[in-house]
């Protein structure tokens, strides 16, 4: 699969280099999207990963059931008023990666989480971003993955972010991230840039690339 990108300089959205053709890696695992649209009055996301069956609620109650076996919750967040907008998860040595899009009185953040389903318990939790989660992707013991003007690199086994970029709102209004991808030492993410033309917003697609191992940006040299 041939993705062809365009490389972002600065925030009027001129170009610096010439279409790449990027190659998407095998070795790079994709999270899987558990209904991402914005409900209201909703029971919750379905989530499934090994032998267990998972339903995790709106405002947070994480109930699971183990095939042939028995039921049980885990508590992934204490506080009670505040709901969940959106979810993207997937497994990591037997636990679950879990990444919630959170609101609480009009305040928006994104929160990732290790869990051992078969311990039932939280591993590790940790702040990620802000609202609009978009895709992520794991690759040995990292994940990739952004939010609204955020791109950032977490490593799952301690649950501490690497490196992020958590300005690229303010410098490239850059609103969400519709596609990642991993190719040997670069990260590159397609976002969609917003623009004020005539009083009129408009969007466009552009690629950013970051070293994966330290976050710093690819430049035409």
Same mark, same amino acid.
């Given at each position: ?15 610096? *280099? %010439? ?16 209904? #991402? ?12 990963? !090994? ?13 699971? $059931? &183990? ?7 885990? /508590?992934?967040?204490? +506080?009670?008023?505040?709901?969940? %907008?959106?979810? &993207?998860?997937?497994?990591? %040595? ?13 305040? =928006?953040? !994104? &929160? ?5 389903? &078969? %311990? ?22 990292? #994940?990739?993955? !952004? /939010? ?9 086994? @301690? ?7 958590? +300005? ?9 991230? *519709?596609?990642?991808?991993?190719? @040997? ?9 917003? @623009? ?5 917003? $408009? ?5 950013? @690339? ?6 710093? =940006?690819? $430049?035409?040299?």
């Amino acid at each position: 699969m041939i993705i062809s990108f365009l490389i972002f300089v600065n925030s009027t959205c001129t170009l610096r *280099e %010439k279409s790449e053709a990027i190659r998407y890696t095998v070795s790079g695992e994709k999270i899987s999207k558990d209904s #991402l649209k914005r409900q209201i009055n909703f029971p919750g996301y379905q989530l499934k990963a !090994s032998h267990y069956d998972m339903l995790l609620s709106a405002n947070g109650q994480f109930n699971v $059931t &183990e095939r042939g076996g028995e039921s049980f919750k885990i /508590t992934i967040f204490q +506080d009670t008023p505040l709901s969940i %907008k959106a979810v &993207e998860y997937s497994t990591y %040595k037997k636990d679950l990666i879990i990444i919630c899009e959170l609101n609480k009185g009009g305040e =928006e953040w !994104s &929160e990732i989480a290790r869990i051992s389903l &078969e %311990k039932r318990k939280v591993k590790w939790k940790t702040r990620f971003g802000s609202f609009n989660l978009s895709t992520a992707i794991i690759q040995d013991k990292y #994940l990739f993955g !952004s /939010t609204l003007g955020y791109v950032g690199k977490v490593d799952l086994k @301690k649950g501490k972010v690497v490196w992020q970029k958590d +300005d690229l709102w303010e410098k490239y209004k850059v609103n969400n991230f *519709e596609k990642i991808v991993l190719y @040997k030492d670069t990260l590159a993410l397609i976002g969609r840039v917003y @623009k004020m033309n005539n009083k009129t917003m $408009t969007g466009k697609a552009v690629t950013f @690339k970051y070293n994966k191992h330290n976050g710093r =940006e690819i $430049t035409k040299q």
